[in-house]
């Protein structure tokens, strides 16, 4: 009588085999480095970001609106009524130059 072997199947109920010492290591070691990392990363330029942490994207582009107390808000709404004004007084020069060509 000829035996025939049956290879053995992955049950899930069944026992689980043992995880090797140097695969824990070696997920361990793995682990450690992007903690560190992550810790290089994200120290390295502190006082560089600490200088942006007052400006703020307009919300023309998808910022916040600006909060009552905000000096660099202030600034920029200065800057805005500035050329509004320019653009403002552009115009009447435009629309007085025209009026000036129809005007005999």
């Known amino acids: 009588m000829v035996r025939i072997s049956v290879p053995k199947m992955y ?5 689980r085999p043992r995880r090797s010492a140097r ?16 810790f290089y990363l994200t120290t390295r330029e502190v006082a560089a970001t600490a200088s942006y942490a007052d400006l ?10 600006a ?3 905000d000096k660099v808000a202030k600034m920029e ?4 009524e500035k050329d509004k004004g320019e ?4 115009e009447k ?5 025209m009026v000036s060509k129809m005007v005999p």
């Open 11 to 15: 049950s899930p109920y069944g026992p």
């Open 67 to 69: 909060r009552a107390g």
């Open 87 to 90: 653009e403002m007084e552009k």
């Open 77 to 80: 709404d200065e800057s805005r």
């Open 56 to 65: 703020r994207l307009p919300p023309e582009v998808g910022g916040e609106p």
């Open 93 to 97: 020069r435009k629309v007085a130059r």
């Open 23 to 38: 695969l824990v290591l070696v997920w361990m070691a793995v682990l450690v480095a992007v903690l560190v990392t992550t």
